[in-house]
């Protein structure tokens, strides 16, 4: 039972930070789970929006950024070290939704060179990299391509040493169809969600989802583990309370590693580990840790 934790650990430091990156494996999670966007100077760097985001981003005067902020894809890299993402703007959106996170005030967007680094540490052990390469076919101009962010973030991981310890995870199947061809050492995790907020299956529609790389849900009878199967990847990453018992078999029918996102309260972490599933993406990973302590314990009677 893997626990990833959530851009970090989400609800106790700010997103996506090199801090936050190390609490999370401190308290002992198996993997930091992140996201990567791509500068204009093409260094794939960790920032969940295409855009700097004003709830979160001060300027080297300490001002908050006014909304729009730029897209991180018309940056250069030596722009980012500039910027203070240590701390929630007061009455944001992150602020309410993350009240006891801690600030961490001079934090910095990493590269994901530097993210990387933290796995060379004594203290990390043989903690993974779950990356999510952040790409939207519905906005094709607030980003590199699906297939150059691939082909940057693979480069990084190979020169790093670290293309063992990672998984690339996307809702866009067109960047894992790109690691597939030009990396399949990379191992690669098919994001789905079937949300109002977001649907990316299109489940019975006439149109195929622009997400799934021209693939279609109901060409396999609707079922997503069937169609992740068929596009080649070993693992499926559903939303979480997208998952049934009855698609969690036939996952596990087909082969398939399951890992559902974004699980924050313990009785849901609890039901998610009956269930059975392979590990959770959390922003707590300290509740985590502590709820799903039988279900990854060696000796379960001892422990």
């Given at each position: 039972?893997?626990?990833?934790?959530?851009?970090?650990?989400?609800?106790?430091?700010?997103?996506?930070?090199?801090?936050?990156?190390?609490?999370?494996?401190?308290?002992?999670?198996?993997?930091?789970?992140f996201?990567?966007?791509?500068?204009?100077?093409?260094?794939p760097?960790?920032?969940?929006?295409?855009?700097l985001?004003?709830?979160?981003?001060?300027?080297?005067?300490?001002a908050?950024?006014?909304?729009?902020?730029p897209?991180?894809?018309?940056?250069?890299?030596?722009?980012?070290?500039?910027?203070?993402?240590?701390?929630?703007?007061?009455?944001?959106?992150?602020?309410l939704?993350?009240?006891?996170?801690?600030?961490?005030?001079?934090?910095?967007?990493?590269?994901?060179?530097?993210?990387?680094?933290?796995?060379?540490?004594?203290?990390?052990?043989?903690?993974?990299?779950?990356?999510?390469?952040?790409?939207?076919?519905?906005?094709?101009?607030?980003?590199?391509?699906?297939?150059?962010?691939?082909?940057?973030?693979?480069?990084?991981?190979?020169?790093?040493?670290?293309?063992?310890?990672?998984?690339?995870?996307?809702?866009?199947?067109?960047?894992?169809?790109?690691?597939?061809?030009?990396?399949?050492?990379?191992?690669?995790?098919?994001?789905?969600?079937?949300?109002?907020?977001?649907?990316?299956?299109?489940?019975?529609?006439?149109?195929?989802?622009?997400?799934?790389?021209?693939?279609?849900?109901?060409?396999?009878?609707?079922?997503?583990?069937?169609?992740?199967?068929?596009?080649?990847?070993?693992?499926?990453?559903?939303?979480?309370?997208?998952?049934?018992?009855?698609?969690?078999?036939?996952?596990?029918?087909?082969?398939?590693?399951?890992?559902?996102?974004?699980?924050?309260?313990?009785?849901?972490?609890?039901?998610?580990?009956?269930?059975?599933?392979?590990?959770?993406?959390?922003?707590y990973?300290?509740?985590?840790?502590?709820?799903?302590?039988?279900?990854?314990?060696?000796?379960?009677?001892?422990?």
């Amino acid at each position: 039972m893997e626990i990833h934790g959530h851009r970090g650990a989400r609800g106790l430091l700010p997103e996506n930070t090199l801090p936050g990156f190390e609490r999370a494996i401190a308290l002992g999670v198996d993997a930091l789970e992140f996201d990567v966007c791509m500068t204009r100077d093409g260094v794939p760097v960790v920032h969940h929006d295409p855009a700097l985001n004003p709830d979160h981003t001060r300027d080297a005067g300490g001002a908050w950024l006014e909304p729009p902020g730029p897209l991180l894809k018309d940056l250069e890299a030596a722009e980012l070290p500039g910027l203070d993402v240590g701390r929630a703007r007061p009455g944001s959106r992150t602020a309410l939704r993350f009240p006891h996170q801690e600030p961490r005030d001079g934090a910095r967007i990493p590269a994901l060179a530097d993210v990387l680094a933290l796995g060379r540490r004594p203290a990390a052990g043989a903690v993974r990299f779950n990356i999510e390469i952040k790409s939207s076919p519905l906005e094709p101009n607030e980003s590199a391509g699906p297939e150059a962010l691939a082909r940057a973030v693979a480069a990084v991981l190979r020169e790093k040493g670290m293309v063992g310890r990672a998984t690339v995870q996307s809702f866009d199947w067109r960047v894992l169809r790109e690691l597939r061809t030009s990396a399949p050492a990379i191992s690669i995790a098919c994001l789905t969600s079937e949300r109002g907020w977001r649907d990316t299956v299109l489940r019975g529609r006439a149109e195929l989802s622009p997400w799934t790389a021209g693939l279609s849900v109901d060409a396999k009878g609707g079922s997503l583990p069937r169609l992740v199967h068929r596009f080649g990847a070993p693992v499926w990453m559903p939303f979480h309370a997208d998952l049934t018992a009855e698609a969690l078999a036939e996952a596990r029918m087909l082969g398939l590693k399951v890992i559902v996102w974004t699980v924050n309260e313990i009785p849901g972490m609890e039901v998610l580990a009956r269930l059975g599933v392979d590990g959770i993406v959390t922003d707590y990973p300290d509740r985590a840790v502590e709820a799903l302590a039988p279900w990854r314990c060696e000796a379960p009677q001892i422990c």
